[in-house]
């Protein structure tokens, strides 16, 4: 499987490694230019959406708030349906829901 990761801070970094010690590719994005010789780090979103192959697979682990509707609202306007978003970070389940509805 190969994944993109977006946010490389403490969890979202640690979860890609784990994922490709496990033999999963992954491609990640951080704001903060983070980089590793143990996976694929992209210069932006639309890098890491234009490396996956169809149908993408999104992981999101960036603080909750603004940051989070950023990126949500910028992975709604670049993916296609049959493609998966898995929101990680700390969101309020409220929110979650509420964003899940809006990529239906």
Do not use: C
């Not at 903060?32 to 143990?38: A, E, R």
């Not at 929101?87 to 509805?101: I, Q």
């Amino acid at each position: 499987m190969e994944i993109g990761m977006i946010g490389l801070g403490k969890m979202g970094l640690n979860l890609a490694l784990n994922l490709t010690d496990n033999g999963h590719r992954v491609y990640g994005y951080d704001p903060g230019n983070v980089t590793t010789s143990q996976f694929q780090t992209k210069d932006s979103l639309e890098e890491v959406i234009d490396a996956l192959k169809a149908p993408r697979v999104v992981w999101v682990m960036v603080p909750a708030g603004e940051v989070t509707e950023h990126v949500l609202d910028e992975l709604h306007d670049r993916l296609s349906p049959g493609d998966i978003v898995i929101d990680g970070g700390n969101s309020n389940y409220k929110e979650s829901m509420r964003r899940a509805d809006h990529f239906n």
